[in-house]
């Protein structure tokens, strides 16, 4: 499962150097003029201590995480929805699996301020609204056209599209009360649901907001910071998360010792990036499950509720349309036990089928049919 989380914010707001942070890559900074530049793309493995420690209990040739890939598009500047947002930004969006909004929360008199200020949560706001209004466009858009084209219409055809224009009124009236669709489309029925499908629209999209920290917002500053901003912005499939963009990308451009000595002399504990990157993860809804063996140990993506048979296909297609069982131990279960022999005996391992919902970390062997 390829999965694109799209890096946005205002301009000056530090972007590439959360990306850089992040993913370890050596993007220019502060380059990105027009708003059809280049985006740039890296992929990240996700950390798993579950994956280490099957890794280690098995000893394979080789281990494979899940990954992720971010992408670092250009500023988005205020009042960009209204003027209309180019052509290659808003395809990058609207193809998102989902958004991390990098917020300014640190002072650099050096890096002025788009607004002349730095104040987080107005500028939240403003990409809020931004997104919102760019959604209200394109429903707008697409309404003028079911009404040019329903005179036009019959039977079944219209019928249908009578039906989007229901879905599509019921958009509209949301996003007006500056309400965003993720809010709304969980509300729709399996039919009006599908409807959306293509559309991309951006306030439906999972959204981690990440405040960018300077390096005096560290510790108990971070945690005052962040406190009213969880309260006020935190909701289902909307995150919000701090860390230190500057500082994270120097950390992460040294070698493990220097990394650990670099951060004993700032105080710090732990990156913040491997949690930023699981909550990444965690926040589209998405999950490992794991086969493991002498050749491989592999983290395989799918989407929270998946039953077995869909499971399988990750892994390839033959096994789906072949598929008998799951053998299935949960993770927690083979770590207790020592191995799969021991699992067994003590029978903690189970045979599912096609329908079983497949859970965080079950470590599953799939039997079928070539």
């Known amino acids: 499962m390829s999965t694109t989380l799209v890096i946005l914010g205002l ?28 985006p740039n ?35 988005i500047a205020k009042g ?45 706001e403003t990409i809020d609204l931004e997104l919102l209004f760019n959604d209200l466009a394109a429903v707008e858009k ?7 084209q329903l005179p036009k219409l019959r039977g079944p055809e219209r019928e249908a ?31 009006e649901a599908k409807i959306l499908r293509g559309f991309g629209f951006l306030t439906a999209k999972p959204l981690l907001v990440l405040l960018n920290l300077g390096d005096d917002q560290l510790g108990e500053a971070a945690e005052a910071l962040l406190g009213p901003i969880r309260e006020r912005f935190e909701r289902p499939q909307v995150g919000v998360d701090a860390l230190a963009g500057q500082i994270e990308m120097e950390i992460a451009r040294l070698d493990a010792d220097d990394a ?19 909550r990444s993860f965690g926040l589209l809804g998405l999950m490992p499950f794991f086969t493991v ?38 993770y927690d279960d083979l770590i207790a036990t020592g191995s799969l022999a021991e699992a067994k005996k003590a029978g903690r391992f189970r045979r599912e089928g096609k329908e079983y919902p497949v859970q965080d970390g079950d470590v599953i062997n799939f039997l079928f049919n070539v």
């Not at 993506?301 to 048979?309: E, L």
């Open 11 to 38: 301009p000056s707001a530090g972007k590439t150097t959360v990306f850089n942070a992040i993913t370890r890559a050596e993007a220019a900074t502060g380059t990105f003029g027009a708003s059809g530049d280049e």
């Open 41 to 75: 793309l890296a992929t990240v493995k996700v950390p798993d201590p579950r994956l280490d420690l099957l890794t280690e209990l098995f000893k394979p040739q080789r281990k494979v995480p899940a990954d992720v890939q971010y992408l670092d598009v250009a500023g």
């Open 80 to 124: 960009i929805a209204e003027k209309g947002m180019s052509g290659a930004l808003l395809g990058h969006l609207t193809q998102a699996d989902a958004l991390v909004h990098v917020v300014r929360a640190f002072a650099d008199p050096n890096v002025p301020h788009p607004e002349g200020s730095v104040d987080p949560t107005r500028d939240i």
């Open 142 to 148: 697409r309404l003028h056209r079911i009404a040019a």
């Open 161 to 191: 599209t009578e039906r989007e224009q229901a879905v599509m009124v019921r958009l509209k009236a949301a996003l007006e009360a500056d309400t965003p669709l993720r809010e709304v489309v969980g509300d729709l029925n399996p039919d």
């Open 260 to 278: 650990a000595v670099f951060m004993a002399d700032l105080g710090i504990t732990e990156s913040s990036l491997d949690r930023v990157v699981r």
């Open 293 to 330: 063996g002498p050749d491989e140990c592999r983290a395989w993506t799918i989407r929270r509720g998946t039953p077995a048979v869909e499971a399988a296909g990750t892994i390839h297609s033959d096994i789906q349309r072949g598929f008998i069982r799951a053998e299935v131990v949960g």
